[in-house]
């Protein structure tokens, strides 16, 4: 949020330094992220002097430029070349002198060299009014009054204003200071903390009055529960035309664009009180009335940006007696907008539901100026003020007058908040005794009157334009923030308490699989947990059962429901990463996904990695190799191993966002899920490259660590003996079943057995595949002889003979 220090001054009068009043503006909590200096032209016309034309000849070389020679107060005078029609001897001009900048319209600046055109030196430039930024015209050069000096600076003579901007973050609860009237309020708080007393300056409305009652405009509030209070009032006999410079100034110094005066009038009212305002050309308001009503689901309307939306049904609609004018709060329509042929109009001022605001403005993703203060609460008692203040200001600078009486439909009137605040709960939470007077005190900076007084505290009515203080600990941090912070002293003795948890807890547990998996080049994400609702379309039956948990007010329809499963996630990601060529991915997330199941609402933990692009990238020394699903399985299991779950069985999975893939159990309960995704799936994310996924069972994973001993051996002293075996199989038997078989035949020595080499092809039967294999053998007690290794290889020969009809290469 934009303040300027010149418009702050005219509520408050302080000749402060910005940087003083920023730091007071922090402690207050309106945090001052940094001061801009403004001018309403920029460069402030530095450089810029009157010249006085005294000679002007055309030049030998160019029809289309003149040689002067210009007075502009030195010793004597310099040649300018000039390119402008209307230059002539005698006249009085601005000059840039040699070595001023000058700025584009588009803001890049510029700056006046000594040089030679067409073989005349120049020593300057006379400018015209765009080129000083003074205005649009390019039509030739200024010529100013006669009768100033030569020399003179331009910047005595335009009114050129300076000013600082604060750029205060501002946080979402402190609704009351969305204004220059709302930050000199508090400031005036913080001021009187620190012993200064300053009067708050508020316009005055006490002379407005009614001209005559020509134009009446009847009100109706359909539905008063979306707009508790409604303001209105005509004005006539308008001239339409730009706003006066020191308004311009205003807008422009806080990044607004001046329109017209009506409109920049009312801009000028939202920023300055907070409370937004709406004018309405009368001429197009049909059958003379305003109705307040939300309209039927799928009404089209255009808004001012030319776009047609699609109304809902719950969105608050200003209407006149037969078409929608402008959506409540949020934006106008493109047909009763204020234009240069308006003449009379029919002034906003309202206070509407700010959850209605809130959903209207998601809904379409719109973000005003009026939706950011609607929806986050502004000062219902000060509806009528800032409509009086609004018609004042419109006369003032376009003429005209008030044409009805103000229709103010204000169906039940808000009580003030009121709140008990006990003593002992103050010294509690801040930690020190502030003293009752002082106490007292900063409620009355801050309008929250004392009704009653106890021993034991304070009965307190806050203003209504403080919507965030309800609560005994709201009262409580006004009090803290104006009494200040840096005041509140720190006690020598610190005390701490060392927090215990179990070895198995599940962020301990988190933190060792993730260093474990960014140590072999993972990198984690976290994704949103909201997401599209169409996802749910993409998953098998066997969610069916399930249903997604949605959003009561949801952000915007792509993001209306929980997550259902994390894969989405993963591939929103992937695909994110992908379209700005990051092909090569090693991702993984620790989260929660949300459903429905009857009455209950679950919410399972997960892990997912996703796998995706080459593992090793291609250079002079090794050639590209793309990821693999042994890879992954690889990755898989380390991590259950590193989380000491052994005997692992694996089966094909069922889960159907895989083409392929396998899911490993521990204990007959399901731990993990992996494989190839499906390309159907992938092509939803607009993914062409194959990615490999994982997506464990981490609550499944937690109470098997919690269930599962931690069993250490001795590192074996005798050493392993490696045999290997080239077998010819028929092609229908498989590596788990030779993995099996082994293992059941030999128990005691048989360590571990790998797959090295699958040949499938010429010079070999119809039929048959040859698989090499490798077996590790090991005693624990002592070396194993020769003749025992033979009887070990000749029991497994036999068993795959048997078996398999199995035969060696």
């Known amino acids: 949020m934009k303040i ?21 503006l922090t402690d207050l909590g309106l945090e001052v992220e940094g001061v801009e200096k403004f001018e309403s032209v920029k460069g402030g ?39 402008a029609k209307n230059v002539a001897a005698g006249q009085k001009v601005p000059v840039a002198t040699i070595g001023t900048t000058l700025y584009t319209a588009e803001g890049e600046a510029w700056t006046i060299k000594k040089g030679k055109i067409r073989g005349e030196e120049s020593y300057g430039m006379i400018c015209a009014e765009d080129e000083l930024g003074l205005g649009d015209s390019h039509d030739g050069i200024m010529v100013l009054d006669k009768h100033l000096k030569p020399g003179t600076a331009c910047a005595e003579i335009f ?99 001046p329109k017209n005066n009506v409109v920049d009038a009312t801009n000028y009212v939202l920023h300055e009180l907070g409370q937004p305002l709406h004018a309405f050309d009368a001429s197009k308001i049909k059958g003379h009335k305003i109705l307040v009503k939300t309209l039927a689901k799928g009404t089209k309307f255009i808004t001012l940006d030319g776009v047609e939306r699609t109304l809902h049904e719950d969105d608050l609609m200003i209407c006149d007696a037969e078409k929608p004018l402008c959506i409540a709060g949020v934006f106008g329509g493109l047909g009763s907008g204020v234009t240069e042929e308006t003449t009379s109009i029919f002034l906003e001022s309202a206070y509407f539901n700010p959850v ?43 003429g005209g007058e008030i044409t009805s009486d103000v229709y103010d439909l204000y169906s039940k009137k808000q009580p003030n908040f009121e709140v008990f605040l006990a003593f002992e709960k103050i010294n509690k939470l801040i930690g020190q005794e502030i003293p009752q007077d002082t106490i007292k005190s900063i409620l009355a900076s801050l309008d929250i009157k004392v009704k009653n007084v106890t021993e034991t505290g304070m009965g307190l ?42 070895s198995t807890a599940d962020h301990t547990i988190q933190s060792i699989i993730g260093n474990s998996l960014a140590a072999k080049g993972y990198f984690e994400i976290l994704t949103n947990s909201l997401t599209n609702p169409d996802y749910t379309a993409l998953l098998g039956a066997e969610h069916d059962e399930f249903k997604s948990v ?139 490259q194959d990615v490999l996924y994982a997506d464990f069972d981490w609550g499944a994973v937690l109470n098997q660590i919690e269930t599962t001993p931690v ?31 082994a293992f059941g035949t030999e128990r005691k020595y048989l360590k571990d057995m790998t797959l090295f080499d699958v040949y499938e092809g010429k010079n070999l039967p119809e039929g048959k595949k040859s698989y090499a294999v490798s077996f590790t053998l090991q005693d624990d007690k002592s070396t194993l002889t020769e003749k025992q290794i033979e009887k070990i ?17």
């Open 711 to 741: 069993i250490f051996k001795e590192i074996p002293k005798h050493p392993e003996v490696k045999r290997d075996f080239a077998l010819l199989l028929d092609n229908k038997a498989t590596y788990r079943e030779l993995y099996e078989l």
């Open 550 to 688: 949605k959003i009561i007010n949801p952000l915007s329809g792509d993001l209306s429901v929980l997550r259902r499963a994390s894969i989405f996630s993963a591939l929103e990601a992937a695909s994110y990463n992908i379209n700005r060529r990051r092909a090569n991915l090693k991702l993984f997330e620790f989260g929660k996904t949300y459903y429905a199941k009857g009455d209950k609402r679950i919410e399972p933990k997960y892990l997912s990695i996703l796998l995706s692009g080459n593992s090793i990238q291609d250079s002079w020394t090794n050639k590209a190799s793309a990821t693999t699903f042994f890879e992954l399985k690889s990755t898989v299991r380390a991590v259950l191993v590193r989380l000491c779950i052994h005997n692992l069985k694996s089966e094909p999975t069922t889960s159907s966002i895989f083409s392929e893939g396998l899911t490993f159990t521990y204990n007959k309960k399901e731990l993990v899920s992996f494989g190839l995704i499906k390309k159907s799936l992938l092509k939803h994310f607009d993914i062409k």
């Open 356 to 398: 209605s605001i809130r959903k209207s403005a998601k809904r379409h993703a719109l973000n005003t100026d009026a939706s950011f203060r609607f929806e986050r609460g502004i000062d219902i008692e000060n509806v009528e003020y800032s409509l009086k203040r609004a018609a004042l200001l419109i006369k003032e600078i376009a």
């Open 159 to 257: 009114n050129i204003e300076e000013d600082e901007v604060f750029e205060i973050g501002l946080t979402p609860n402190r609704a009351d200071a969305m204004s220059h009237f709302g930050v000199a309020r508090d400031l005036k708080a913080g001021l009187k903390q620190r012993e200064i007393s300053k009067e708050l300056i508020t316009p005055s409305t006490s002379h407005f009055n009614i001209n005559d009652r020509s134009l009446k405009i009847d009100v109706d509030v359909l539905q008063p529960e979306l707009a508790p209070r409604y303001c209105g009032v005509t004005l006539s006999n308008l001239i339409v035309q730009p706003s006066p410079t020191w308004l311009q100034n205003r807008l422009k110094a806080i990044g607004l664009t």
């Open 461 to 502: 009515e806050v203003p209504s334009y403080r919507v965030d203080v309800q609560r005994q600990v709201d009262v409580i941090e006004e009090i803290l923030r104006v009494y200040g912070y840096n005041n509140i002293a720190f006690g020598q003795k610190l005390n701490a308490s060392v927090a215990t948890t179990e």
């Open 4 to 24: 300027s220090y010149n418009w702050l001054k005219q509520f408050i009068q302080i000749d402060w330094e910005s940087q003083k009043t920023s730091e007071l």
């Open 793 to 809: 290889m000749s029991k497994l020969q036999n068993t795959y003979e048997q078996k398999l009809g199995a035969s060696l290469r």
């Open 45 to 83: 016309l530095k450089g810029i002097v009157v010249g006085h034309v005294l000679s002007c000849e055309k030049h030998s070389n160019a029809d289309k430029l003149n040689v002067t020679m210009v007075d502009i107060g030195l010793d004597a005078p310099v040649q300018i070349v000039c390119g």
